[in-house]
């Protein structure tokens, strides 16, 4: 069973949670600067690293989850495209505070994903930080992530989802476009050549 986990960097949460999201978030930076050569500095990505939860808080319309799988399931692969799958329960969200069905326990959990959420302007949000870490690719982790923002989006009445990524990035990019993002103009500078931006529009489901 994967579960997803509300992080919210509270006092009276489990400081696994927290900590695990550091160090997705570390992960995800040095994977792209070191196997894709995309050094994120000009983001200035350790103050956003400091100072989380940030612009990713719930109580500011964003939102940072994490993944976990059970500690003895093997991992291994590339990154999640959204057809692989291991897991057969569909998926299931902790909010803050809350015990794990079943009285399951984090010890007993591997902490293998993260994605945040944060908005851009008024009714537009931005997917942030979408990351699996090796030991938990090709098992549908990142469709779940994926899959739990947009319903949060939904809830919180966002008409629109935003991203930004990189044409080397193949596996990514087929997750975000099988769940339905679309190639649009460039709304945040890179100086990666290969930079690419992607929408989701969210009006007919957010307000059906």
């Known amino acids: 069973m994967v579960i997803i986990h509300c992080v919210t960097f509270s006092e009276d949460e489990d400081p696994t949670l927290s900590s695990a999201a550091k160090e997705l978030f570390k992960g995800y930076f040095d994977e792209l600067k070191n196997e894709h050569g995309c050094d994120l500095t000009f983001q200035s990505f350790q ?14 319309r ?27 329960d569909d998926v299931v969200v902790v909010g803050p505070g809350c015990m794990m069905p079943g009285g399951r326990q984090l010890k007993d959990r591997r902490l293998v994903g993260v994605v945040a959420v944060k908005e851009l302007t008024p009714g537009v949000g931005e997917v942030k930080r979408m990351f699996v870490g ?5 098992k549908g982790v990142g469709g779940r992530l994926l899959r739990v923002l947009l319903d949060y989006a939904k809830s919180k009445h966002y008409v629109e989802i935003k991203l930004d990524s990189l044409e080397r990035l193949r596996s990514a990019l ?6 339905g993002f679309v190639r649009c103009e460039k709304y ?21």
Do not use: I, M
């Not at 103050?47 to 500011?60: I, Q, V």
């Not at 799988?69 to 692969?77: E, L, T």
């Not at 090796?134 to 090709?138: D, P, Q």
């Open 134 to 138: 090796k030991e938990g690719r090709r």
């Open 188 to 208: 945040v500078e890179c100086p990666e050549k290969d930079h690419v931006c992607l929408t989701l529009q969210l009006a007919s489901e957010a307000t059906g």
């Open 47 to 60: 103050d956003e690293l400091a100072s989380l939860p940030g612009r990713f808080a719930f109580d500011r």
């Open 174 to 179: 087929s997750l975000y476009e099988k769940s």
């Open 62 to 88: 964003g939102g940072l989850w994490v993944a976990s799988v059970p500690a003895g399931g093997d991992g291994g692969g590339n990154e999640s495209d959204g057809d692989d799958d291991d897991y057969d």
